[in-house]
């Protein structure tokens, strides 16, 4: 069993920077893929930013340039830096682990969530 805790959501004005942090832990596991989404009310949950336990990261269009993920593979945590935040970037952000026994006994674990309220 994995658990996944996020940490680091507020509100902020529209401008400004929060960091958001992600820590798996359980027993008997490998994380493999880690990253951030978000859901907006009314919204999907879209992708935000993944990272690979190789350190190779992908990004959704609209967070390019402002949002940066980085990890700490001896922590299995996982951080993203948001900068330059905009109103738009309201939601609720989940953090998503790919992890398991072995590469071929992965499965998918979300946290419960962190509010980020970006406004004046």
């Known amino acids: 069993q994995v658990q996944v805790v996020e940490s680091g959501g507020g509100l902020v004005q529209p401008g400004g920077s929060l960091r958001l942090s992600c820590a798996a832990s359980?027993?008997?596991?490998?994380?493999?893929?880690m990253g951030w989404y978000r859901q907006a009310p009314g919204e999907e949950r879209d992708l935000v930013a993944t990272i690979s336990n190789n350190g190779g990261t992908k990004y959704g269009d609209s967070v390019k340039d402002r949002f940066t993920i980085s990890r700490d593979n001896g922590k299995n945590t996982i951080y993203l830096q948001m900068n330059s935040l905009k109103p738009e970037d309201t939601a609720i952000y989940y953090c998503h682990v790919r992890a398991g026994p072995s590469i071929y006994q992965l499965s998918d674990h979300w946290g419960q969530g962190t509010q980020v309220t970006v406004s004046s």
């Open positions: 359980g027993n008997n596991f490998r994380v493999y893929f």
